[in-house]
Antibody
Framework: EVQLVESGGDLVQPGGSLRLSCAAS????????MSWVRQAPGKGLEWVGR??????????DYAAPVKGRFTISRDDSKNTLYLQMNSLKTEDTAVYYC????????WGQGTLVTVSS | DIQMTQSPSSLSASVGDRVSITCRAS??????LAWFQQKPGKAPKSLIY???SLQSGVPSQFSGSGSGTDFTLTISSLQPEDFATYYC?????????FGQGTKLEIK
């Protein structure tokens, strides 16, 4: 059974940094492309970015609002996906989810990031 | 960026009704379209990928159709647990984009 477990969410001040993790199991993580998606309180879903697998060069793509501030990486030896978030803004406040890409599969429970002073 | 527009934004229906939700892309996306269901306070659930393929474990009352720019999610006979918000997403090109959501409420 595919399982994705996000962690690392916290309260952080504007301008701060945070790293989220997504632990994957139940599928061959090293073969998978992975995305991050977020949802601000009371709002819809927003795609954050995607990383390809090693065979495809671990190429990343990002949504415009986070480009240059967020970095997606992966550790296939740990079956873990990461999202490094720098220069955080109040508008980055959201629940963050990881999901397989491009064809989406099961979702994790998400992790809440709150950016506030 | 490809814009995804869902209609209606909200919908009231009764248990047993057949309902359809439409998703329109601002440019052609072949069949690179997914549908998700989200209940309040819960993570989204994947329902359909490739416009019409059901995810494993999703009840057969759900179906998807369409290609190019126009897509439809149909629930053939509404069950009480189907009242939720539904989102479409294109994954044809970056950035992947979502529709604004359709809230399905009990009449």
């Amino acid at each position: 059974e595919v399982q994705l477990v996000e962690s690392g969410g916290d309260l952080v001040q504007p301008g701060g940094s945070l790293r989220l993790s997504c632990a994957a199991s139940g599928f061959t993580f090293s073969n998978a492309w992975m995305s991050w998606v977020r949802q601000a309180p009371g709002k819809g879903l927003e795609w954050v970015g995607r990383i390809k697998n090693k065979v495809d060069g671990e190429t990343t793509d990002y949504a415009a609002p986070v480009k240059g501030r967020f970095t997606i990486s992966r550790d296939d030896s740990k079956n873990t996906l990461y999202l490094q978030m720098n220069s955080l803004k109040t508008e980055d406040t959201a629940v963050y989810y990881c999901i397989t890409a491009p064809r989406p599969g099961p979702w994790g429970q998400g992790t809440l990031v709150t950016v506030s002073s | 960026d490809i814009q995804m527009t869902q209609s209606p934004s909200s919908l009231s229906a009764s248990v047993g009704d057949r309902v359809s939700i439409t998703c329109r892309a601002s440019q052609g996306i072949s069949t690179y379209l997914a549908w998700f269901q989200q209940k309040p306070g819960k993570a989204p659930k994947s329902l359909i990928y490739a416009a019409s393929s059901l995810q494993s474990g999703v009840p057969s009352q759900f179906s998807g159709s369409g290609s190019g720019t126009d897509f439809t999610l149909t629930i053939s006979s509404l069950q009480p647990e189907d009242f939720a918000t539904y989102y479409c997403q294109q994954y044809n090109s970056y950035p992947y984009t979502f529709g604004q959501g359709t809230k399905l409420e009990i009449k």
